[in-house]
């Protein structure tokens, strides 16, 4: 993967966010699209050897479109400025279908390459299921919390958009109640993908430190 080449035309991207700019420069998407896909095809065979169950995923349903929905949105741009892909079990990429624990990264026009794993937005039921897991199996969601490789790398949970006050059902004296107000089980973290030597051997790591809290998720 030619990062500089695909920070430098999302960079462009950013600043020229038409399809008269987009379709000039389509032999350059075309080729950083294919490098992109040869990474996401590695990756999958690398996470296979510590999670099986993502062997069969396809490499090329695994990344996300660069065309933009614009149908409910105020931003009339068409086009992202990152490349992305989700790797899981389920092949289903978007949290409103219900893909459940995913492997995910991006790399945006700032150069940022963001590594996650877990589950984001997931739905109401299956956020309640989740939420339910937590109480059930309290000692191995400790476990996870306490994984040495996870907190090196991960450090907590992400937080974002975590409810104020108990979720309906769950009360005060509920077990691991600050993470039962998360509405998303998902750890992440972020870093500057041009200093990076080696995007496969950071991105394979990053997922397998990941693994211990996919492996729990996939018990609710």
């Known amino acids: 993967m030619h990062i500089r080449d695909l920070t430098q035309f999302l960079a462009e991207l950013s600043e020229n966010n038409n399809r008269a700019w987009f379709v000039m420069n389509k032999p350059r998407y075309d080729i950083l699209r294919a490098e992109f896909l040869e990474l996401v095809t590695t990756l999958i065979a690398d996470i296979s050897k510590f999670d099986p169950a993502v062997a069969g995923c396809n490499p090329k349903k695994a990344l996300f479109r660069i065309n933009r929905d614009m149908r409910f949105s105020r931003e009339k741009i068409p086009y992202k400025t990152h490349f992305s892909a989700a790797i899981n079990a389920s092949g289903l990429k ?12 991006h790399i945006d026009e ?4 963001l590594i996650a794993g877990g589950e984001w937005m997931p739905p109401a039921d299956r956020l309640r299921t989740i939420r339910q897991h937590v109480i059930a199996d309290a000692a191995g969601f400790s476990k996870v919390l306490k994984n040495k ?3 090196e790398t991960y450090g907590d949970l992400q937080q974002e958009g975590k409810l104020t006050r108990p979720p309906k059902g769950f009360d005060a004296d509920t077990v691991h109640l600050e993470y039962i107000k998360l509405k998303n089980f998902i750890v ?5 993908v041009r200093q990076v030597t080696d995007l496969q051997k950071i991105l394979a790591s990053g997922f397998k430190d990941a693994w211990p809290l996919i492996a729990w998720l996939r018990q609710a």
């Open 149 to 151: 490789k996870l907190k």
């Open 94 to 105: 978007k949290p409103s279908q219900g893909g459940g624990p995913t492997y995910y990264f």
């Open 110 to 113: 700032t150069g940022t390459l």
């Open 188 to 192: 992440w973290n972020e870093r500057d």
